[in-house]
């Protein structure tokens, strides 16, 4: 396995059923919004809290394998209380509130808490997994219901929420290359190169997941007998240095005129390993990869012969 992994840390883990998380019965939604374009995680109804400084970039659209799930809430006493509260603030009718409020009274003086429905509301199928849900179940000490979620899918959340910067492409030269010229290749302030989620379920447990940047690819925009690449670059690629060793870029043998638009459309995608480093949830992602283009003018390079004077 590499050195260069996510590291799953589960931090004051306890028995869900037997948790405090507080608050009162749902309806809380955190949100990490991407920008436009970008997947955005959108938990509703949920007491889990995503942190870190992997959000806000750019998300690879990895998506929950299940887009619902149950959360431990309050115990039988204060659930009556809040929903005695609910219910009184939407104004139910008498018979509507004392039918709404049965099953809640009938668990009072029952060891246990109830669990609720929480979603990822920016999956498709998100609110229709928790609609095929019933919105409340009381469980009893030490068990988690057939639904309820696990570490694994709280490190799951950590991972969908997980983005990455969108590479800035730098070469060397910037505005126009030339057939046969090294063309060299890097990331323009590619900041921290380790970026990392945590969800926390206030509490209850805690997972958090970190990628690492490991190296750069790059796609020339054109066949090998018209460009040759070079890939030795590591995480950021190699800036352009006098007189150093040409390793991150490309060499393009011919010149551009004949594309369309009379450039090459260089790719680079920042490739950023995830793995797993914990017994506890013993499985492992797929990096994540994000790429950006950028055009490229490749000129003759043009000489004059001038005959001596006679």
């Given at each position: 396995m590499s050195s260069m992994i996510m590291k799953v840390v589960v931090a004051g883990l306890m028995l869900l059923a037997s948790a405090d998380p507080g608050g009162g019965g749902g309806g809380v939604e955190v949100r990490t919004s991407q920008g436009k374009n970008?997947?955005?995680v959108e938990l509703?109804?949920?007491?889990?809290?995503?942190s870190g400084n992997g959000r806000g970039g750019k998300?690879?659209?990895?998506?929950?394998?299940?887009?619902?799930?149950?959360e431990p809430a309050q115990n039988a006493e204060e659930m009556m209380d809040f929903q005695r509260w609910v219910t009184r603030v939407d104004r139910y009718e008498p018979k509507t509130r004392s039918e709404t409020l049965k099953k809640f009274?009938?668990?009072?003086?029952?060891k246990g808490r109830w669990w609720t429905?929480?979603?990822d509301s920016s999956?498709?199928?998100g609110l229709s997994c928790?609609?095929?849900?019933?919105?409340?179940?009381?469980?009893p000490p030490n068990t988690t219901p057939p639904g309820g979620i696990t570490l694994q899918e709280l490190v799951d959340?950590?991972?969908a929420a997980l983005t990455v910067p969108e590479p800035k492409i730098k070469l060397s030269p910037d505005a126009r290359s030339y057939v046969n010229l090294p063309t060299w290749v890097w990331l323009d302030g590619a900041g921290e190169t380790t970026r990392s989620v945590t969800a926390t379920l206030p509490g209850v447990m805690s997972a958090t997941v970190t990628a690492v940047l490991k190296n750069i690819k790059i796609d020339s925009g054109t066949d090998k007998d018209r460009a040759e690449v070079k890939e030795e670059c590591g995480p950021t690629g190699r800036p352009y240095a006098k007189g150093g060793e040409f390793t991150c870029g490309v060499t393009y043998l011919r010149a551009s005129a004949d594309q369309p638009r009379d450039v090459y459309t260089l790719t680079v995608t920042s490739v950023w390993e995830v793995g797993v480093q914990a017994d506890v949830v013993p499985f492992a992602y797929d990096p994540i990869q994000v790429g950006a283009t950028r055009d490229v003018e490749v000129g003759e390079v043009q000489s004059t012969v001038r005959k001596g004077t006679p």
């Open positions: 970008y997947r955005a509703k109804n949920s007491r889990i809290v995503l998300s690879d659209g990895y998506r929950l394998k299940r887009p619902c799930w149950y009274q009938e668990k009072l003086g029952e429905i929480a979603h999956d498709p199928n928790q609609l095929a849900m019933d919105s409340y179940v009381f469980v959340i950590a991972r």
